[in-house]
């Protein structure tokens, strides 16, 4: 057996018990899908978005709705696939009205999900979309992401994930509200594709 399909064994194993999941309120405030991630199981950058919207929620799929496909069409420009990649948030389930997630809810997500999730894929490097992706995987409420964003964070995790870089950046929705701004994006969307891939990335794939 392969690496991505021992490491795609192991996710759905790590997702069966979660199917129907009611360890946090979002699981009892009108949800239709817990929405885990997808892509590559063996990817060697991993992008993390805050929780999944209304078209994420009814698809069961991660970053299909407005955002999502400004995120794919900059990955594509920056030379990645987004079969090549893995992309998930930090909490599988849609909040209500798409606020942000409350602390109970992405920590129990984190631990029962999102860090074992990282366990299994051990990606080169995980690139945060928005203040609560980067908030909720750091535990830090003073987050201020125009702050972190495009800077390398070394040391985020503790062994044997202590390896994994962390590049914060805006979330695409953040763009789509101010699109002149939809070149800093690009920019750190590239600077995590070199840190994952090297230079030699095919601008076709």
Request: glycine content about 8%; some cysteine.
């Amino acid at each position: 057996m392969n690496p991505k399909t021992y490491k795609e064994k192991l996710l759905q194993e790590l997702y069966a018990p979660y199917q129907n999941c009611h360890r946090c309120p979002l699981g009892s405030l009108g949800r239709t899908n817990v929405v885990f991630g997808e892509g590559n199981a063996d990817a060697r950058l991993m992008f993390i978005g805050e929780g999944p919207g209304a078209d994420e929620d009814a698809q069961g799929r991660p970053f299909v709705g407005r955002s999502g496909q400004l995120l794919t069409k900059l990955l594509l420009l920056a030379g990645i696939n987004r079969a090549d990649v893995f992309i998930t948030n930090i909490v599988k389930c849609r909040p209500p009205n798409n606020r942000k997630p409350l602390p109970i809810e992405s920590n129990t997500c984190k631990k029962l999900l999102l860090l074992n999730q990282i366990k299994i894929i051990r990606p080169d490097v995980i690139c945060t979309l928005g203040s609560s992706a980067l908030s909720g995987l750091l535990n830090k409420d003073d987050v201020k992401i125009t702050a972190m964003r495009g800077k390398i964070i070394t040391s985020a995790f503790e062994s044997p994930l202590n390896t994994i870089k962390l590049l914060p950046t805006y979330h695409p929705a953040y763009i789509l509200r101010n699109p002149k701004e939809a070149n800093i994006l690009f920019d750190d969307l590239q600077k995590a594709a070199t840190l994952a891939f090297g230079e030699k990335r095919s601008q076709n794939t």
